[in-house]
């Protein structure tokens, strides 16, 4: 769990609730070459982009995604990840989406709403959007998962994941046993 | 709790572990992002020239507002005074991402705070003691931050209000359930909030620690005491080199428990902002005070 900004307890708190394995607060080089996967949480993607690069851990991060570690990326961890971002110069780049932050607009227009995603539960899942970007395209090697009312906002390429909104603020953890089913 | 409620106290959670910080005009607001910080304060004057200079303190100008949201992506927060629904309700139309009602500001109500509940935007509020936050999340705050005392560069109040506030809640949680409510009344909180705080150990909402913050130590401070995350006022741009000092306060946040971070960050950051001992303060210009 990269723990340097934003909603890392929350999602520590939900990991903790999942058998068989060992949550680990990421705030280190040495840290992060000794997980198995990592969640990158909900925060400001600028913010989070400032800390990775002063504590040497953009390049470092990028290289173990490539090189097969599990990703999840919740909102502005989706950001990271994204290799193109409207406007913007990318993050991390690694994953075949393209993301427009804050596509709802402001606080004011954060909402909550509900889906089924089949891949993912059976049962309605629900869905926290707070300033959320969307997935404004996606390349071909990417599945998405979820879309609502015509905009992506739930997308896997691979060992990597990327959802526009929040799990971490319900108490549904379906997303976390289908993002820890990608350990095989 | 409704469904705005809720997702008003998310976007607190989103600024967790991170520093925000006052700016004053759109290049600020830049230099403020820039460094990492997590939202930024748009105000005409930072707390220590409100201090300096004295007056009625009001909400700031729209234009300087507009200009400072269209400079930056991360959310822009504004103060309204204390009890003024016309300047909360001005900075809802302007789409703010979360409002102050401030003690930095001259109140505008001398008995009543806002029905915050009134709004769609999430509001944050200052706080000296469990009984005042719970006051103030009453009221519908969906995030709260010490008061300090504000302009100062001293962080001797927001550390008292900190502590305040944990032994309060450390005291709540070993009652037995038949003294909560003599308990709620003694600090004049509602029952059902004392009743969930007992339970949970903190705060049902997001608790952060302002009024004083000046250097890198004094964030990593404050988290040490059980603060989320910092706002900073006079403290970065009434420094000397403001761009290092805020990335410095920003890498102290968050490897406050790190002591070798903090010490690498606060070499040669040059001068902090002059400091005001509290003594020096004359009662009636202490900001903490104001709040009810």
């Known amino acids: 769990m990269l723990a340097l900004q934003g909603s890392f307890a929350e ?5 903790g609730r999942q058998p068989g394995i060992e949550p680990v607060a990421v705030k280190t080089a040495g840290q992060l070459q000794r997980v198995a996967a990592i969640i990158l949480p909900g925060g400001e993607s600028t913010t989070l982009r400032r800390l990775l690069d002063e504590a040497g851990l953009t390049d470092l991060l990028k290289a173990r995604i490539q090189a097969g570690l599990p990703v999840w990326g919740t909102c502005a961890g989706a950001i990271l990840l994204a290799a193109r971002i409207a406007g913007e110069t990318p993050h991390l780049g690694v994953m075949d989406i393209t993301v427009c932050r804050n596509a709802y607009g402001r606080q004011i227009d954060s909402f909550s709403a509900a889906a089924t995603i089949p891949p993912v539960s059976p049962d309605p899942v629900p869905l926290v959007f707070i300033r959320a970007p969307v997935i404004e395209g996606v390349g071909p090697g990417v599945q998405v998962l979820c879309q609502l009312d015509g905009r992506i906002v739930a997308a896997r390429q691979e060992h990597m994941l990327a959802t526009s909104f929040h ?4 108490d549904d953890d379906s997303f976390y046993r289908y993002f820890l089913s990608f350990l095989g | 709790m409704d469904d705005r409620s809720t997702l008003n106290r998310n976007l607190a959670q989103m600024l967790k572990g991170g520093v925000i910080m006052d700016v004053t005009d759109a290049e600020q607001a830049k230099i403020a992002q820039e460094a990492g910080a997590v939202a930024v304060m748009a105000l005409e004057r930072v707390p220590a020239d409100i201090r ?19 400079a930056v992506t991360i959310p822009v927060m504004a103060k309204a005074r204390i009890g003024h629904i016309a300047e909360a309700r001005v900075l809802q139309a302007l789409g703010i991402d979360f409002i102050d009602e401030s003690e930095v500001l001259t109140p505008a109500d001398d008995r009543y705070h806002l029905d915050k509940h009134q709004f769609a935007v999430p509001f944050v509020c200052g706080a000296r003691d469990l009984g005042e936050a719970l006051r ?3 009221e519908g705050a969906a995030m709260i931050r010490t008061k300090g005392e504000a302009g100062t560069g001293n962080i001797v109040e927001a550390v008292r209000h900190q502590r305040q506030m944990q032994a309060d809640i450390r005291r709540l949680q070993n009652l037995p359930p038949e003294e909560r409510m003599t308990f709620s009344k003694e600090i004049a909180a509602p029952y059902d909030l004392v009743c969930q705080v007992a339970q949970s150990g903190k705060l049902p909402v997001v608790n952060f620690a302002a009024g004083g913050v000046a250097t890198p130590a004094d964030a990593a401070l404050m988290m040490l005491l059980g603060s989320e995350g910092v706002f900073v006022g006079s403290g970065i741009f009434k420094s000397k080199d403001p761009a290092r000092r805020a990335r410095a306060i920003v890498q102290a946040t968050t490897y406050y428990n790190d002591p070798e971070v903090v010490a690498r960050v606060s070499e040669g950051l040059g001068e902090a902002m002059t400091g005001i001992e509290l003594r020096d303060i004359p009662d009636s210009q202490k900001m903490a005070d104001r709040g009810w």
């Open chain 1, 11 to 15: 999602h520590l708190q939900a990991l």
């Open chain 1, 167 to 170: 799990p971490e603020l319900t």
């Open chain 2, 52 to 70: 300096r200079q004295g007056g009625v303190a009001r909400m700031s100008d729209p234009k300087m507002i507009k200009e400072i949201q269209a």
């Open chain 2, 136 to 138: 103030r999340i009453g």
